[in-house]
C-alpha cells in the first residue's frame, strides 16, 4: 500500500536556525497539510495546499513559515528562523478528493529546537 | 465556536474488558467525522471515518463508532480490548462542504491496557 514517507524522522537544530522538513505524498493525492503536534498535546492544524498554493493556514502559520511543492513530489516546510517553541512532531497528510477522502498520514518529523 | 472534545484524558481497561471512548463535536453542520489512533512515536492511523448513512461504522482492529446526532456524539466502542490496543486515540472532524478539509482533533485520550 503506498505511504506518506516524511524525512529526517528527528531533526536537532538551534534557535534562530532555518530547517527545512520533507515530505513526499502518494502519487495521486491532491490536497496536502502540515500538522504539528507539541508533545504531550493534541495535533494542531498547520496549512493546507493546493493546486500549488496556500488554501487555508492557521493563525501559527506566520511568516517564519512557508511551504512548497517544489517538483511536483516533495512537499516542505520550511521554518525561517526556529525557536524553542516550534519543538514538535510535525505530520505530513495527504488525500486524493474531497474532504469525504481520507487524509494519510506520514510518520511525522520530530523537530527539538535547542 | 466550533470544537471537539475528548472529555477522558486517560482510560484504564483490562484486557478482555469492553472499551468506549468519548467525542463530542460542535459543529453548524454536521461535520465529517473520524477516529485515529497513535503509537508512542508513530504517526496516525484511521481506524474508522463516518460522513452519511449508517450511524454505526465498522472499522479496522475491531472497532466500531457509533454517531449520534442528537447527542453531537461518535463515541468508539471496541467490545474486547487487546494488550496491544494500548495508545492515544484522536477524535477528529473535517468541517461539511469545505474544500480545504482540514482535520481538527481533539485533545486525544490515552489507553493503558492492564492484563
Known amino acids: 500500500e503506498p505511504e506518506v514517507t516524511q524525512t529526517p524522522s528527528h531533526q536537532v537544530t538551534q534557535m534562530g536556525q532555518e530547517v527545512i522538513l520533507r515530505c513526499v505524498p502518494i502519487?495521486?493525492?491532491?490536497?496536502f497539510y502540515w500538522y504539528r503536534q507539541i508533545l504531550g498535546q493534541k495535533v494542531e492544524f498547520l496549512v493546507s495546499f493546493y493546486n500549488n498554493e496556500i488554501s487555508e493556514k492557521s493563525e501559527i502559520f506566520d511568516d517564519q513559515f512557508s511551504v512548497e511543492r517544489p517538483d511536483g513530489s516533495n512537499f516542505t516546510l520550511k521554518i525561517r528562523s526556529t525557536k524553542l517553541e516550534d519543538s514538535a512532531m510535525y505530520f505530513c497528510?495527504?488525500?486524493?478528493?474531497?474532504?469525504?477522502?481520507?487524509?494519510?498520514f506520514g510518520p511525522g518529523t520530530r523537530l527539538t529546537v535547542l | 465556536a466550533q470544537s471537539v472534545t475528548q472529555p477522558d484524558i486517560h482510560i484504564t481497561v483490562s484486557e478482555g474488558a469492553s472499551l468506549e471512548l468519548r467525542c463530542n463535536y460542535s459543529y453548524g453542520a454536521t461535520p465529517y467525522l473520524f477516529w485515529y489512533v497513535q503509537s508512542p512515536g508513530q504517526g496516525l492511523q484511521l481506524l474508522l471515518k463516518?460522513?452519511?448513512?449508517?450511524?454505526l461504522v465498522q472499522g479496522i482492529k475491531g472497532f466500531e463508532a457509533e454517531f449520534k446526532r442528537s447527542q453531537s456524539s461518535f463515541n468508539l466502542r471496541k467490545p474486547s480490548v487487546h494488550w496491544s490496543d494500548a495508545a492515544e486515540y484522536f477524535c477528529a472532524v473535517v468541517p461539511y462542504n469545505t474544500n480545504a478539509g482540514k482535520s481538527t482533533f481533539g485533545d486525544g485520550t490515552t489507553l493503558t491496557v492492564k492484563p
Open positions: 463516518y460522513f452519511s448513512g449508517d450511524t
Open positions: 497528510a495527504g488525500r486524493a478528493g474531497g474532504p469525504t477522502d481520507t487524509q494519510y
Open positions: 502519487s495521486n493525492h491532491l490536497y
